[in-house]
């Protein structure tokens, strides 16, 4: 409060790849985000870079097919990591979908910092799949920004996966817009990194759009995900829904911040935000902050959170049909943890994530 | 319900007199010198006559208040406050005591009227003599209620105190408290909210004019609910009450708070600490209903309300209890809070806020679990009118060794309009996995179907409008004592006024 923080090394060095500006100042007077930005205040940012990825970073990006163009895009202008991929960025790939297809990309972080921003347009009326995998190999840092912009009637299923990624550190921030009755789906599957922070903001303008957004999480020791979802209702009649759920094992920490902003024109709206956390053992941790901001009164908003272990008298009952505890508790884990994958419509999709998820819930087991 | 007659009523009467506590009474009073300095820290401290070790204490809450920077995170806007700007000290002058009625100044009679004391409570708060023995008579066969009423910083007058004197407990204004039990005061004074716990209070701990000190011996129940009335008046006062409850092992006392202010066009800072403290098997239950003057349809004038209220179960199987209505103030900061510490200790946070006109509440609790087996409920029930702004912000913290911890929160708002914004910021911390969390919260507006219906039976709007309020309201009036319970329905009433068409 009030103390100008000392930048690290990093940040200096990050400062100064920076051309002299607005963004380069924001970045000299405050640094990357830590605890003591309310944003981040669960995942310390800065604090996981402590020890500085060495060097320009090597990122793969491995997509489906080439980009329709290169533009020069900038991101939100709050928002200070998605504009240090714009600004670090040499260009920005940008995609059209088609009707019906599936677009795929990989990103892999090598060691050393990279920075990255990429688009995606779903023209009007398009209905499309977008696939995402992510992972960062030990001391990489990766920084990426997406933009996906959603005409009039458009559809898009997105499908984020995020591979446990051990000393590894991640930032994905997307920036979502909704045009009139848009159709948005969005899951994802987790598993945690030194520190990864999904951070998904829609902009819901468009009248009539309907969003759905939610997810699963499994973080094991030692890794930590961050899943940060900001809607903002400007629109009249629009639709949110949100289903997260989340695990945590023992030294493993899983962050859940949800915000449903409405606006006073975004009457009519429909909001639900829901996240359930299971810890599943001493030493796990998961922190929730599921907030609502409603300037609107011809509404229906409503959020709930629930955290706690696997119900005692469930796993009672499986044990006295004959299961092993271990056996009943990861049935139980599992089922908790499925609910929001199984909400995917792909079936070959649906499939792949599922059977993820039991490979994971085997390992941390 | 009768009741709701009278709201057409008070709303009219408010029409003419807008707020029915807005006044000030006209007494000459004892000032501090304007602005805040080392010496109007002295100032204060010399004319209680406070020992060294509390002077010592307000000079270093002081200085670290001077390096401190006031807090933005809460979700209210106004103008920046000049602390220089106002008097941190100001005392009745003629507080002695009067030989019958006929010779208390007709305006501090008025007041009491006002604030609709009974002439005979208003006796023995003004100190006039053989008050006490009659009330005391005349109070053992009605139920009693015993007041400490602070009027501006200096507490006037303590009634009932022979009565609780018999039980052994100590309730008094915390200046006598620092003479009488100077050991007492400073064992706990600071232990719950700390010097330098936050920007106002730490203010507080520089400037705290008076308060109430209370002191419930092992084992004994308070024989009466305690109550204390703040009200400000002189015209730019701060009112930095201090407020210490101490129920020791297996006591129980409830308390009730209530307060109105004058109007006036000056926005008025008032930052008071509350800390209560809970032993073994101890019990507290603290009621507030708030009505401070909210500034008029402008937003104009009105009170800053930032206070800092936390209790500390530090005993097992202790249990706190906080009860709030807030319909008043134009800006509200608060978040009384509860630290679990003793195992099987119990929390609970019952708040109604009603905002209107331009009011801003930015309040809701803390629950932190530090104990086994801990429990805490969370009702909260917001009403957002007119062009105001209204925000829950809680944290419900279960660290890792508070097994079996339970939590249970609700949060619900309705909206009266389009103007208004209602907004819900929970922090939900869980590092064990032997705890249970749940979290839920609406925002919605009045329902039409029920509106209807209430109107087709024959009600007018404002009317049906009162009657659902008090319905969404009912969980946590319920929860008030009897005395309050009323004055908070009356309340409800008045504050949603003009909110309607």
New interface residues.
């Given amino acids: 409060?009030?103390v100008i923080p000392q930048l690290s090394a990093f940040e200096a060095a990050l400062a100064a790849s920076l051309p002299a500006g607005d963004l380069r100042s924001v970045l000299e007077s405050g640094g990357l985000p830590h605890r003591r930005v309310?944003a981040w205040k669960w995942s310390d940012l800065r604090g996981a870079l402590a020890r500085a990825p060495s060097g320009a970073g090597a990122l793969t990006v491995d997509v489906s097919r080439k980009a329709d163009q290169i533009a020069r895009l900038d991101h939100q202008p709050d928002l200070l990591m998605p504009r240090l991929a714009a600004g670090l960025s040499d260009g920005c790939p940008v995609y059209d979908l088609q009707d019906g297809e599936t677009l795929s990309v990989g990103f892999e972080a090598g060691e050393g910092a990279s920075h990255h921003i990429a688009a995606v347009n779903v023209p009007a009326g398009v209905n499309a799949i977008l696939r995402e995998r992510y992972h960062a190999a030990p001391g990489g840092f990766a920084n990426i920004a997406l933009r996906i912009v959603l005409g009039e009637g458009a559809s898009l299923t997105r499908i984020v996966e995020q591979d446990a990624s051990p000393d590894g550190v991640l930032v994905v921030t997307t920036g979502i817009d909704l045009a009139a009755r848009a159709n948005m789906h969005q899951t994802t599957l987790g598993f945690g990194a030194k520190l990864a922070r999904l951070e998904t903001h829609v902009s819901h303008a468009g009248e009539g759009a309907q969003l759905s957004l939610g997810g699963s999480y499994l973080v094991a020791s030692g890794l930590h995900l961050d899943q940060t979802g900001i809607v903002q209702h400007t629109g009249p009649n629009g639709a949110t829904h949100e289903l997260f759920k989340g695990a945590a094992a023992k030294g493993g920490r899983g962050v859940f911040q949800g915000k449903i902003h409405v606006e006073?024109a975004a009457?009519k709206t429909d909001a639900q935000m829901n996240h359930r956390?299971?810890?599943?053992?001493?030493?796990?941790?998961?922190?929730?902050?599921?907030?609502?901001?409603?300037?609107?009164?011809?509404?229906?908003?409503?959020?709930?959170?629930?955290?706690?272990?696997v119900d005692d008298e469930a796993l009672f009952y499986m044990r006295q049909r004959g299961l092993t505890e271990p056996r009943a508790r990861a049935l139980l884990t599992r089922s908790f943890l499925a609910e929001p994958l199984e909400a995917i419509e792909d079936e070959t999709v649906r499939d792949a994530l599922l059977a993820r998820l039991d490979a994971a819930l085997e390992a941390v087991s | 319900m009768p009741a709701v007659k009278e709201t057409i009523e008070d709303v009219r009467r408010l029409e003419a007199d807008k707020y029915k506590y807005g006044f000030t009474t006209e007494i000459e009073q004892e000032f501090a010198p304007k602005g805040l300095s080392e010496d109007t820290v002295r100032f204060i401290s010399e004319k209680k006559g406070e020992p060294q070790w509390m002077l010592d204490w307000r000079l270093d809450a002081y200085r670290r208040w001077v390096e401190m920077t006031e807090p933005t995170w809460a979700n209210v806007h106004h103008p920046k406050i000049d602390y220089q700007d106002a008097y941190y000290y100001a005392a009745p002058k003629n507080a002695s005591k009067y030989k019958s009625l006929d010779e208390v100044p007709a305006e501090l009679l008025e007041t009491y009227k006002k604030l609709g004391i009974p002439l005979r409570e208003a006796e023995v708060l003004l100190g006039v003599e053989g008050a006490e023995d009659r009330t005391a008579a005349e109070a053992r066969e009605a139920p009693r209620v015993a007041v400490d009423a602070v009027f501006d910083s200096v507490s006037v007058a303590t009634t009932f105190k022979k009565e609780l004197e018999k039980a052994g407990v100590i309730f008094m204004p915390i200046s006598e408290a620092l003479q009488q039990y100077p050991d007492l005061v400073r064992q706990y004074l600071g232990s719950v909210v700390p010097v330098t716990d936050n920007y106002f209070a730490t203010l507080n701990s520089a400037v705290f004019s008076d308060g109430s000190f209370v002191y419930v011996p092992p084992g004994v129940r308070c024989p009466m609910e305690l109550s204390t009335y703040f009200r400000m008046n002189a015209q730019g006062t701060g009112q930095f009450e201090r407020t210490l409850i101490i129920a020791d092992k297996g006591a129980y006392v409830s308390y009730l708070e209530g307060c109105t202010a004058p109007m006036r066009d000056e926005n008025q800072l008032h930052a008071a600490v509350v800390e209560l403290v809970a032993l073994d098997d101890a019990q507290i239950k603290y009621s507030t209903v708030q009505n401070w003057w909210p500034g008029d349809a402008e937003g104009k004038g009105g009170v800053y309300n930032f206070v800092t209220k936390r209790a500390d179960c530090r005993g097992k199987n202790s249990k706190v209890s906080w009860t709030q209505v807030e319909t008043g103030s134009a800006i509200t900061w608060k978040y009384p809070s509860c630290v679990l510490r003793g195992d099987n200790s119990q929390g609970e946070f019952y708040s109604i806020a009603v905002t209107n006109g331009r009011q801003q509440a930015d309040t809701g609790t803390k629950m932190i679990h530090l104990g086994r087996n801990t429990k805490s409920r969370i009702i909260a029930k917001g009403i957002s009118a007119g062009r105001s702004d209204q925000t829950y912000r809680g944290l419900v913290s279960v660290h890792a060794k508070a097994e079996g911890a339970r939590n249970f929160t609700q949060c619900d708002s309705l909206l009266i309009g389009d103007q208004c914004g209602a907004h819900t910021v929970p922090y939900i911390e869980a590092k064990t996995p032997k705890a249970i969390l749940e979290h839920e919260a609406t925002t919605s507006k009045l329902s039409d179907d029920q509106l209807f219906y209430a109107r087709s039976r024959g009600l007018d709007e404002e009317t049906a409008v009162a009657l659902l309020v008090n319905g969404f309201c009912r969980e946590v009036l319920q929860e008030l004592p009897m005395e309050f319970a009323v004055e908070a329905q009356a309340l409800l009433k008045v504050s949603l006024e003009g909110s309607v068409g």
């Fill in positions: 409060m009030g309310e006073q009457q956390g299971l810890l599943l053992a001493d030493g796990a941790e998961i922190h929730a902050k599921p907030e609502l901001e409603i300037y609107a009164d011809d509404v229906v908003c409503a959020h709930g959170n629930a955290l706690g272990a």
